[in-house]
C-alpha cells in the first residue's frame, strides 16, 4: 500500500501533558492542541480493511480546499480516513507560527485555510505547511456557508483566530488517507462476543457503541493493555450520555472541555449513527509516528487528542445486509454508505445487479464531490 501512495506521488511530482486541567494558559506562551479522528473497518480478522475512504458524503463547506480529480485512483484504497484534524492555538501575543504536518504513508486530502505551498509535494508522502499569523483579540470576518454544517461547530473554542495566505479561521483544518497499522484489532468470536487486541501501546480508553433502529447502547473498556473479550451491550442508554462519556474522556486525555465538546459536536451525527463501532483513543506515541507535526516556534506545551473510530460488522447486521443486497432495499443500503463496499468485501457477498449499480453510482458521485467541492 506504501508503494502505490509513493507511486501516485512520483506521478504528480515527476512535551508537557495539560491532562484534565480546565483553565486557558494565561502566560505570554504558545500553546498548542489538536484533535482529530482515524477511521477505519475491521475485516473478519480482526484487522484492518483496504477500503474506499472517500466514499461517503460531502460534509465540507464549499470554501475548504481539495486536492484535484486527477488523482482519485491514487486514493481509491487505505486503511485509514484521517477525519477532520484541527489544531487550535492559545497565546496572549500576535505571533507568526509556522506548522508542517507529515502523513508518510498517505496524502493530504482537504485543507483550509490555504497552504503554503501544494500539499503533498517534496517529502515522500503526505505533508501540509501552513504559515500563519496569530491574532489574539481580534475578531476577522470568517468564511460561513449553511450554519448547520459539521465544519463549523470545530470553531466553538477559545482559540486565538489566525490568517494564513489571506484566509481567517479560529483553527487548521485537515484531512487525509493513510495506510498504517491501526494500534487496535477488533474481531468478532463464534459467540458474539467482541474480541480487542492491542498492539505495541496499551489503549486507555475504548467504547463499544450500538445503535438499532434508535436504540441505543454502550460498553467502557478501560486500561487495555492485553486481549479482551467484551459482550455486546445493553440498548438501554441514549446518545446524551454517550456523548458525555467522550466529553469527559477527551478533556481527561488532555484537550480543554469547549475543545472536547465541539470534537463531539462535530461528529454527533456520524458517531452516533446506526451501526456498531469501536472508539478508542489512540495513544500518543501512535499520533506522533503516523503524523509527525512540527510547529515553530515551539509551544510550550503541545496536546494531541486522536479518536479511533472501527466500524465493525456484527452477525446481526450481516443479515440486514444480506437481505438489503438481494431486494435492493435502498433505504437500507442508504444506511451502510461508504462501509457498504468493504462489509460486503467481508461477506463475500454476490449484490443483485441493481444493487451494485446503484451503489456504484452513489460511490463515484460521492468521491467526485469530495475532490471537485461544492456546486461541481
Sequence with gaps: MLNRYRIALAILLAAPVFGADKTLPSSQGLTAHEWGTFTSVAGSSGEALSWVPLNGSSDLPCFVHRMGPSIVKAL??????????????YTAKKSAVSLRADLPSGLITEWYPQAASAPNTGRGGGSIEWNMELMPGSTPDLPMTTPNDHYFAARETDAVPLRASGEAEKMLFYRGVASFASPLAAQFMDNG????????????????????????????IRDLHASQRVDMPELSSDSAAVR????????QAGLYEKEAAAMVATWKDAWFEEGTRLFYLTPRSVVDEVLPLHIAPTPQAIERVFVGRIELLP????????????KTDKGVLDQFGRF??????????KPALETQQYMNAKNAEAVRKAMLGCGK
Design 76 to 89: 481509491s484504497f487505505a486503511l485509514e480516513r484521517m477525519e477532520t484534524p484541527v489544531v487550535y492555538f
Design 193 to 220: 462476543q467482541l474480541e480487542l487486541r492491542p498492539r505495541s501501546a496499551a489503549i486507555g480508553f475504548a467504547m463499544l457503541f450500538d445503535n438499532r433502529g434508535g436504540k441505543t447502547g454502550y460498553r467502557i
Design 244 to 251: 458525555r462519556e467522550l466529553a469527559q474522556a477527551l478533556t
Design 315 to 326: 452477525q446481526y447486521r450481516k443479515q440486514i445486509l444480506s437481505e438489503a443486497i438481494a
Design 340 to 349: 457498504y463496499s468493504p462489509f460486503i468485501q467481508m461477506m463475500n457477498a
